[in-house]
Nanobody, 115 residues
Framework: QVQLVESGGGLVQPGGSLRLSCTAS????????MAWYRQAPGKQRDLVAA???????DYADSVKGRFTISRDNAKNTVSLQMNSLKPEDAADYYC?????????WGRGTQVTVSS
């Protein structure tokens, strides 16, 4: 069983920052891509940021310039640094990984942006 464990969610004021982490079982180099998705109540789950095995990154237009995805192969961890947070960023954030064409998901971590 592939395990993805997220951490770092919580409550933050608008304009604040949070750093989410996703630790995977085994080497993250075994995954062709790792990514962060988010889902707000009543909405679909959307891609926020992704990084491939080769190091290519992709961001949703709504977070470009504010969020940064990174990886630490030694710690088997992918992180999402979120700056200048807005109320519309509030959602459940999920870690995703792809290996041999199969998708794996973490249980999610909640991010709340409110004064």
């Amino acid at each position: 069983q592939v395990q993805l464990v997220e951490s770092g969610g919580g409550l933050v004021q608008p304009g604040g920052s949070l750093r989410l982490s996703c630790t995977a079982s085994g080497s993250i180099s075994s995954f062709s891509r790792m990514a962060w998705y988010r889902q707000a109540p009543g909405k679909q789950r959307d891609l926020v940021a992704a990084i491939t095995r080769e190091g290519i990154m992709d961001y949703a237009d709504s977070v470009k310039g504010r969020f940064t995805i990174s990886r630490d192969n030694a710690k088997n961890t992918v992180s999402l640094q979120m700056n200048s947070l807005k109320p519309e960023d509030a959602a459940d954030y999920y870690c995703n990984a792809i290996r041999i064409g199969l998708n794996y998901w973490g249980r999610g971590t909640q991010v709340t942006v409110s004064s």
